[in-house]
């Protein structure tokens, strides 16, 4: 699998997440109605830039501890950060709560945050929860099912499988974009076609946004301007 430029996804980080769903119905029409996160997040800093990364995805447990003995938990979390950790990058890591009641203990806070801003990750994406909202590292987003206060018997399952979090498949390596407005996961192949699309639907929209605001504005303006608007390619 080829690694895409870094120029590339950063690239996709000027526009929003709406934004980008919206280019993806034209670049890949079939992935219309799916793909993408359907239920509320919690965002963790509404003002940060949009994430794009690889993801890395795994599963998690709070209500019971392990059922591993300690040694065997203290490995298993040191290898899902040298996952983390591994090429390529930037990522976005998207967690998967497996608990009856996601989100009983928080994965997410002041440590993880900072350990995993450290090893490459933007932020992350989970139906869990997250907590020391203050003290989270700057610049690491977070869009989480709840907030809550304790991490419980918060433990790693498995890392690298598939997930799904509310309602978005992810697969490890996966791209993701996400910002305050929930997740999606964009297909390789429409990375480089992005922009082009925005730039078409920008100046598609332009004409009908421009109408709106005329005094003379009415619904024959309106179909006059949504009829232009059809017309530039």
Same mark, same amino acid.
């Given at each position: #699998? ?53 993801? &890395? ?46 989100? !009983?203990?928080? !994965?997410?806070? $002041? *440590? ?14 989970? +139906?869990?929860? #997250?907590?020391? =909202? ?5 610049? !690491?987003?977070? =869009? ?6 304790? @991490?419980?018997?918060? @433990?790693? %399952?498995? !890392?690298?499988?598939? %997930?799904? *979090?509310?309602?978005?498949?992810? +697969? ?7 910002? &305050?407005?929930?997740? %999606? ?10 922009? *082009? ?18 005094? $003379? ?8 301007? #949504? ?7």
């Amino acid at each position: #699998m080829t690694d895409i430029r870094p120029a590339a996804l950063e690239a996709l980080r000027e526009w929003d997440t709406p934004t980008i769903c919206n280019a993806l119905e034209v670049v890949v029409p079939h992935r219309r109605a799916t793909g993408f996160t359907v239920e509320h997040l919690h965002c963790l800093d509404p003002g940060l830039k949009p994430m794009v990364g690889y993801a &890395r995805t795994a599963t998690i447990r709070a209500v019971e501890p392990s059922p591993l003995p300690g040694d065997a938990v203290k490995a298993r979390r040191s290898a899902y950060y040298e996952y983390v950790a591994g090429p390529p990058g930037p990522t976005v890591v998207v967690i998967q709560d497996l608990d009856p009641n996601p989100g !009983f203990g928080a !994965f997410w806070g $002041e *440590v993880n945050t900072a350990v995993h801003k450290g090893l490459g990750a933007l932020g992350c994406v989970t +139906n869990g929860s #997250m907590r020391d =909202l203050d003290d989270c590292a700057p610049g !690491f987003q977070l =869009l989480a099912g709840k907030v809550g206060p304790s @991490h419980a018997h918060v @433990h790693v %399952v498995e !890392f690298g499988g598939q %997930v799904n *979090v509310a309602g978005m498949t992810v +697969n490890d390596g996966d791209i993701v974009h996400a910002d &305050r407005h929930g997740a %999606v996961v964009v297909p390789r192949e429409a990375v480089a076609r992005i922009p *082009v699309v925005v730039d078409l639907l920008t100046r598609r929209e332009a004409v009908v946004l421009e109408a709106t605001r005329s005094e $003379e504005f009415d619904i024959e303006a309106l179909k006059r301007a #949504m009829a232009d608007s059809a017309e530039i390619h």
